[in-house]
């Protein structure tokens, strides 16, 4: 039987790219009144995501990979910038309708299995709403397509899932139904918060497996937000690398790998576990510093209190994101 | 001389009535020497944490030692009294557990925590406990200036080396680290692994560093155990165990992180779940997800334990010299 | 909830038993009642016998057929009470909390102007102006100064409720505000809010008798409250008539411990660590 729920609905979707986002900025006010500071968690970012794209979002906590997520899912509202979702803008202060044509396109995969389905509520209940609130299958036809989504999504035989209750599933099994939660949706972009940092190391290349077999066949998009560099290698057709809340490096998932151009992905690269290497006794690992405080960042590069390469004039302004090869670029004076 | 740690056949159940309902820990053997860092790699349910809290003296009911042994350089652990535990504990031995930045007290200074902690074992002049403190501070590359101040006032990174300098401040002879760095960035956790290594050759301890990343475990441990299922399935040297694993798990573990370069491959995750503690099945507990299982056998009969030449040993019957007449 | 787990609770059973006696007493009242309350002919301030069980009060009306009707007024206002407070600090914490913004900057600011205003006092201040209002005056009064801590509880639950990352998925699965509220939010803090039903109720119990042990209900009316009253000025201690003074402070305790319990046994149900049965 022919699902209608394999096609994203690429009919709405317009031309260019599934998203696209300029100068989005956003900053958080912490403290009290009077004692207040401004944490600039994304600055100035400007991504784009082609259609049945894979896009890896690599950086460490405190990168703003996270707050790139719920700014694009608009959970947060973005301080400043355009957020376009197949070509149409999404305005500062969008209608319900509005909002809710864009979260129908576009969808998020949380990080935590265990807090991410309500705790309440069976996983028919979990996986149904979407299709209700969206109003994308006839009642009727609800629970067909509900056991068809656990079907694609590995949870087989659908119809012993439909009654549990999380705490009866196991991490992996929660994910699943958080992908399927998604996918109910019908999005031509899913964003994914670290889908499997919190899984067991075995069940988690069968989740990524899960998400890059439902990407190809029904042509998402997929952002893929991650601080594992073996992950995104995996997953992606092209990494971003992400630092104090901009892109640092951008480019073709292998070249990012085998080339990297910037530091700090250089740095990531030789700090990653990777038993092919022999012990690594001869560098000391000289990982100066910390990671940056973005209620108080220097002005220049944000890396450069703790780059191996800096020089007078990384301090004095923030280099560009220049094209060093086909569809790689890189901010850093170095190549400027 | 005796070891430094030495678990022998060490079985350890959860539950109140008896016999326990869940068995963590089954017949599991291993031994640390001084200076040494053995790594212990499995993921989550396989028993390696209770593992590690028995043999740090730490286990508390409705966890109990059923049988077997932990000895301290030669002396039961299980025979000693709560007090002396106590006296054993950040002196001779020492524990990080995960996610530990949080285990510091929130409203109480950095110093002050040494100080109370110090103080319990007998150096009581604040002067004496200060300079021995800062000593360790510089060792784990801390900033003395950090000593005076809240752990609010840290980041994450910085407040793992400040638990980690609380649990070598007294220069114990074995450390158990759990997860150490898993909640934490990738740069950072690279050079307190490195920190750590330098501190085991100046000050000669030894290491159980337990963690479900096992490429990381290759770069740093000298010796590799495996757990699964609350058995250790297999134990080698970290190089050897790379180059050659035995065990169809520890080959599955290792190809479930996908390499940071080199041609891009689809790889397989393990399929199923681990068994369920309070009903193992017949024989092999990794039985039912073994792509090399033989049937009539590995379902039935729990595997033997055979040793291969160069300190390494697999619990796994095709290793076993039935299995080497039949193949 | 878990309605198992609820049998299981003895303090549960116990709070639920005294709590239904009384609710049985109060809607019977009328059939059961041995003489109309209200009844000044008998001999008062007999000692308890077969005819009066309890004796009679100085005015010479039956205690028991008093304390009988009287479970009615305290019944009456603590629910009724538990149940508007409840419903205030519905609007004013859980919603107000998960919404954020405007509303609840104005919510939360209100919330502490009542915490700030201390209640006993409130609540004599405002009797004593609306004299004689009886038990519908002392119910809005009663409701007026309990909604605010627990309204403060409710919100800062709510508030950690809203960043839980299920909330977050029903908002980006589309799901509309009251949607939310009304099937993540709530379910998730069932057991606070029940919880601060009991006590709200138990609050409320207590407050009307005393309110009207100082006389300022509706003297009048037949609650124990004011069955306290009257002992008190008909000097009961003195003349001996401890029952008549005993009797409806004895039952205000029952009715407030099997509301506690009541209480106990939400919380544990709630919160499984705290269970020890």
């Known amino acids: 039987m022919v699902s209608t729920l394999g096609q994203s609905a690429e009919t709405s979707a317009g031309p260019g790219p599934a998203l696209e986002v300029r100068g989005l900025t956003k900053n958080y006010s912490v403290g009290r009144i009077g004692r207040q500071k401004v944490v600039r968690a994304l600055s100035e970012l400007d991504l784009s995501v082609e259609k049945g794209e894979v896009l890896a979002l690599v950086g460490e906590s405190g990168s703003g990979k996270t707050t790139f997520a719920r700014t694009v899912a608009f959970l947060e509202r973005p301080t400043r910038g355009e957020i376009l979702v197949g070509g149409q803008a999404l305005p500062r202060h969008p209608s319900t309708h509005r909002l809710r044509e864009h979260r129908r396109e576009v969808q998020m995969i949380f990080q935590d299995p265990y807090s991410s389905l309500d705790p309440l509520h069976s996983v028919r209940y979990s996986v149904t709403r979407p299709l209700r609130s969206f109003g994308l299958v006839p009642r009727s036809a609800e629970r067909e397509a509900v056991e068809e989504l656990l079907d694609q999504v590995g949870l087989v035989p659908a119809v012993n899932f439909l009654r549990r209750y999380p705490h009866e599933l196991s991490g992996g099994q929660r994910q699943r139904v958080g992908i399927a939660r998604a996918l109910a949706a019908q999005p031509n972009l899913i964003l994914a918060d670290e889908p499997t940092s919190m899984l067991d190391v075995s069940i988690r290349l069968t989740i990524m497996n899960l998400l890059l077999d439902l990407q190809r066949n029904r042509s998402l998009s997929l952002v893929f937000i991650t601080h594992d560099l073996g992950a995104a290698n995996y997953m992606s057709d092209r990494i971003a690398i992400m630092y104090a809340g901009r892109v640092q490096e951008i480019g073709p998932a292998s070249e990012v790998m085998s080339e990297p151009k910037h530091p700090y992905t250089q740095l990531l690269r030789r700090a990653a576990p990777s038993p092919e290497n022999e012990r690594q006794q001869e560098t000391s690992f000289e990982a100066k510093g910390d990671p940056p405080d973005l209620t108080s960042l220097p002005p220049g590069c944000p890396f450069a209190p703790r780059c191996p390469f800096v020089q007078s004039r990384c301090q004095e302004r923030l280099p560009e994101l220049r094209q060093v090869a086909v569809a790689h670029r890189v901010r850093c004076v170095l190549y400027e | ?327 | 909830m878990n309605w198992r787990a609820l049998l299981h609770n003895r303090r549960a059973v116990a709070g639920a038993l005294i709590f239904a006696l009384f609710c049985l007493v109060a809607l019977l009242a009328p059939v059961i009642v041995p003489y109309s309350p209200t009844d000044i002919n008998f001999t008062p301030l007999l000692h308890p016998s077969a005819k009066h069980l309890l004796g009679t009060t100085v005015n010479g009306q039956d205690i028991l057929s008093q304390l009988i009707w009287g479970a009615r007024a305290s019944l009456f206002v603590g629910l009724v009470c538990g149940a508007l407070i409840s419903l205030v600090q519905l609007v004013m914490g859980v919603f107000a909390g998960y919404v954020g913004g405007v509303f609840d900057t104005v919510a939360a600011a209100v919330t502490n102007v009542f915490l700030v205003l201390p209640s006993i006092p409130l609540l004599i201040i405002l009797a004593a102006y609306l004299q004689g209002g009886g038990l519908l005056m002392l119910v809005g009064v009663i409701t007026i100064t309990g909604w605010a801590w627990g309204a403060k509880v409710l919100r800062s639950q709510a508030i950690a409720l809203r960043e839980r990352p299920f909330v977050q998925a029903a908002r980006v699965t589309g799901e509309s505000r009251w949607h939310i509220v009304f099937a993540h939010v709530v379910p998730n803090m069932l057991g606070i809010i029940v919880s601060n039903f009991f006590g709200a109720a138990l609050f409320a119990v207590l407050a009307e008798a005393g309110l009207e042990f100082i006389g300022l209900g509706n003297i009048n009316d037949i609650t124990w409250g004011t069955m306290l009253y009257w002992a008190s000025e008909g000097d009961a201690i003195l003349l001996g008539a401890w029952v008549w003074l005993l009797v409806p402070g004895l039952c205000l305790a029952l009715l407030g411990t099997s509301l506690g319990l009541l209480n106990f046994a939400v919380d544990e149900i709630a919160n499984p660590r705290l269970r020890r049965d």
Not at chain 2, 65 to 83: E, P
Request: charged share 20%.
């Open chain 2, 1 to 327: 001389m005796p070891p430094l740690l030495e678990i022998s056949e060490l079985t350890i159940g959860y539950g109140w009535q008896l016999p326990p309902s869940v068995i963590a820990v089954r017949g599991v053997s291993l031994t640390v020497a001084a200076g040494e860092i053995v790594g212990i790699a499995g993921e989550s349910g396989c028993g390696k944490t209770t593992l590690a809290l028995a043999a740090a003296g730490l286990l508390d009911p409705p966890g109990r030692v059923l049988s077997g042994s932990v000895s301290y350089l030669g002396t039961d652990l299980t025979s000693l009294s709560a007090s002396e535990l106590r006296h054993l504990h950040l002196a001779e031995i020492s524990m990080v557990f995960q996610a530990s930045m949080n285990v510091l007290n929130p409203i109480m200074r950095i110093r002050d925590q040494f100080h109370d902690a110090m103080a319990a074992h007998g150096v009581r002049s604040s002067d004496e406990a200060r300079r021995q403190a800062e000593e360790t501070f510089d060792l784990v590359k801390i900033p003395r200036r950090f000593f005076d101040a809240y752990p609010h006032q840290l980041s994450g990174g910085m407040r793992q080396r400040a638990v980690i300098a609380l649990a070598i401040v007294l220069r114990p002879k074995l450390l158990f680290l759990d997860e150490p760095t898993t909640a934490l960035d990738v740069v950072v956790q690279r050079s307190i692994l490195q920190s750590l290594d330098e501190l085991r050759h100046q000050l000669g301890f030894g290491i159980v560093f337990i963690t479900h990343d096992i490429s990381l475990l290759v770069e740093i441990a000298d010796r590799i155990a495996i757990m699964y299922a609350g058995a250790v399935v297999e134990e080698a040297p970290a190089r050897a165990l790379y180059e050659e694993p035995l065990h169809p798990y520890t080959t599955a573990l290792m190809s479930c992180f996908p390499p940071l370069g080199g041609p891009r491959q689809r790889l397989e995750g393990i399929p199923g779940q681990p068994p369920d503690l309070r009903n193992l099945p017949k024989g092999c507990s990794f039985a039912t997800r073994c792509p090399k299982v033989i049937a009539g056998t590995c379902d039935v009969v729990e595997p033997p334990t055979v040793r291969r030449g160069g300190a390494r040993r697999v619990l796994c019957h095709l290793y076993s010299e039935q299995a080497a007449d039949v193949g």
